[in-house]
């Protein structure tokens, strides 16, 4: 009987102590069966890197094109200072993604903040991986506002 109720005292011990530290972390706590990995059509996790020459490159296409298009002259020339910020912040049950920020150095010599997420799954028919970002001062209708806050983790 003792035995038993140390098992089951030792038991909610770990379990308030994974539960601490998931909060302390800012993670929520994910039963093994409701990952992500395991659905009925998984998700994996592997997405590519931050400095990943595809995912760069979807951006460049993406901002020039949106530049010429819509707003004016301005055109991505180099990255830099790229670095990840968070992988799968939101929990191991959600699409996994990979939040990255860095610079961006436009045409017209200024640099800018920018802050992405490759996001899995979410790409053409959800076949592939695709990119969100933003471009600190030149969201120009806000949608990631306040100041690519809403781009980030």
Not at 36 to 56: F, H, I, K, S, Y
Not at 99 to 110: H, K, M, Q, V
């Amino acid at each position: 009987m003792r035995r038993a109720l140390l098992r089951t005292a030792l038991a909610s011990l770990a379990l308030l102590t994974a539960a601490a530290s998931a909060e302390a972390s800012g993670r929520r706590i994910v039963h093994p069966a409701d990952r992500a990995e395991n659905r009925t059509v998984p998700l994996t996790g592997a997405l590519p890197a931050c400095d990943d020459p595809a995912v760069l490159g979807e951006i460049t296409s993406w901002f020039n094109t949106r530049e010429s298009r819509f707003w004016g002259p301005l055109q991505a020339v180099a990255y830099d200072r790229i670095r990840p910020i968070g992988f799968r912040p939101l929990g191991d049950d959600l699409i996994p993604r990979r939040f990255c920020t860095g610079r961006i150095a436009l045409n017209d010599g200024t640099l800018h903040r920018i802050d992405y997420s490759v996001r899995e799954n979410l790409g053409l028919f959800g076949w592939t991986w695709n990119v969100n970002w933003c471009v600190s001062g030149l969201d120009r209708h806000r949608a990631y506002a306040p100041d690519c806050k809403m781009a980030r983790p």
